[in-house]
C-alpha cells in the first residue's frame, strides 16, 4: 500500500523565519555549537525534517543517498553497518541556530555506548554543544483520544512493559518548561498557534491521515498536546522492541504515558549520565496499537505523522 503525503509540500501559508546553511557533505568529526538539536531515528522522520527545515535544499533518501554533513566520531566505531554516527544539516529559526541531525545510532541496539555517544554529542562540563536536545520522530498512541498525526511534546521519560522492573520504575525529567514564552498575537502559545494556522489548514497532509486504515475522519485535524489532561500522563514510554502484547496491556500503558518509542528513556538516561537536562521529546502518533490496520499503520502514515512533528518542533524553538 502507498506511503501517504509523499507529495506534500511545506506550508506556505505561514512565514517559518528559516535560514539553512549551504550543502556540505565533508566528513566532520566534531559537532558544531548550536542553539537546539533536533534527533531524528529514521528515514521518514529525517525525510520529514528535511521537508520542513531544509529549504527544499535537503533530502535524505538513506545513508548513501543525500547530501547532509556526515558526523563521525574519532574515538568511537561507528554503529554496525554505518559508515557514520549520524548525518546533519544546519538552519535558523528566527534567528536561533539548529543542528537538524539524523542519528544512525541507535541506543536500544548499543546500551553500554549510549552515554558515550551523547557525551560526544552534546559536549561535557560547561562547554556543551547544544542549548536544548529535541529527540524525535514516530510513535505508538498510548491516550485514548489521540490518532495518527497527533504530537505530544513533553519532558518526561520511562522505561516500558518490555524492560526489567528495576527501570520500569526510573523516572526521567528533562527542561522545566516545554511550553516556553512569547507566543503570538492572538494565541495562548506557538503549539496553539501551528494547530490552527498550519495542522488544520494542510490539506495535503490532512488528507493523507484520513485515507483508508489511517486517522478517523471525525478525530477532526491533528494537534499538538503539550500538558496532562485530568489522568492522562503525557510521558513517553520507552519499550526495548515493539510488543506483541501492547494492545492486550494498553489499560496499563495508559497509566504510564501518552506514547510509545524505543530511544528517549534511553537518551533521558544518558543524557542525565553526562549532567544534561535539557532536552524534550516530541512524539507524533504513527500509529494506534490497537487499530485493525496497526501492522501496516507505520509504513504508510509515519511520514505523514512526522510532517506534524517537524512543525511541532519548530513551535518549540519559536517559543523558546
Not at 559536549?123 to 489521540?146: D, E, K, Q, R, V
Request: glycine share 8%.
Amino acid at each position: 500500500m502507498p506511503v501517504q503525503c509523499s507529495t506534500c509540500q511545506v506550508t506556505t501559508e505561514v512565514d517559518l523565519k528559516l535560514a539553512v546553511s549551504a550543502v556540505n557533505k565533508a566528513v566532520v568529526s566534531v559537532v558544531p555549537k548550536s542553539d537546539f538539536i533536533i534527533i531524528t531515528w529514521t528515514a521518514a522522520e529525517t525525510q520529514a525534517m528535511a521537508l520542513v527545515f531544509g529549504k527544499g535544499l535537503y533530502a535524505f533518501d538513506g545513508q548513501d543517498d543525500n547530501n547532509f554533513t556526515p558526523l563521525l566520531f574519532s574515538d568511537l566505531a561507528p554503529p554496525a553497518g554505518e559508515s557514520y554516527h549520524a548525518h546533519f544539516f544546519r538552519a535558523t529559526v528566527n534567528g536561533k541556530s539548529v543542528l537538524c541531525l539524523k542519528s544512525e545510532f541507535h541506543p536500544k541496539l548499543q546500551p553500554s555506548e549510549t552515554t558515550l555517544f551523547f557525551e560526544r554529542l552534546v559536549g561535557t562540563g560547561s562547554a556543551h554543544n547544544a542549548g536544548i536536545i529535541i529527540t524525535s520522530g514516530t510513535a505508538g498512541g498510548i491516550w485514548a483520544s489521540l490518532d495518527l498525526g497527533d504530537v505530544v511534546v513533553t519532558n518526561g521519560a520511562r522505561f516500558g512493559l518490555t524492560m526489567p522492573q528495576e527501570q520500569q520504575a526510573l523516572l526521567l525529567t528533562g527542561l522545566a518548561n516545554v511550553v516556553g514564552a512569547n507566543g503570538p498575537a492572538g494565541y495562548g502559545n506557538w503549539y496553539d498557534y501551528v494547530n490552527a494556522e498550519i495542522l488544520k489548514k494542510d490539506t495535503c497532509l490532512n488528507s493523507g491521515l484520513i485515507s483508508a486504515g489511517g486517522r478517523k475522519a471525525a478525530s477532526g485535524p491533528p494537534s499538538i498536546y503539550y500538558k496532562a489532561s485530568a489522568t492522562d500522563l503525557t510521558y513517553v514510554v520507552t519499550n526495548s522492541r515493539i510488543s506483541d502484547d501492547e494492545c492486550g496491556r494498553i489499560a496499563k500503558y495508559r497509566t504510564l504515558g501518552a506514547t510509545l518509542d524505543e530511544n528517549d528513556a534511553y537518551v533521558a538516561s544518558a543524557l542525565k549520565a553526562v549532567a544534561f537536562t535539557n532536552w524534550v521529546s516530541i512524539r507524533n502518533v504513527s500509529d494506534l496499537p490497537c487499530a485493525a490496520s496497526s501492522d501496516d499503520q507505520y509504513d504508510r502514515f509515519g511520514y505523514c505523522s512526522s510532517i506534524s512533528g517537524a512543525y511541532a518542533i519548530w513551535a518549540f524553538i519559536m517559543s523558546h
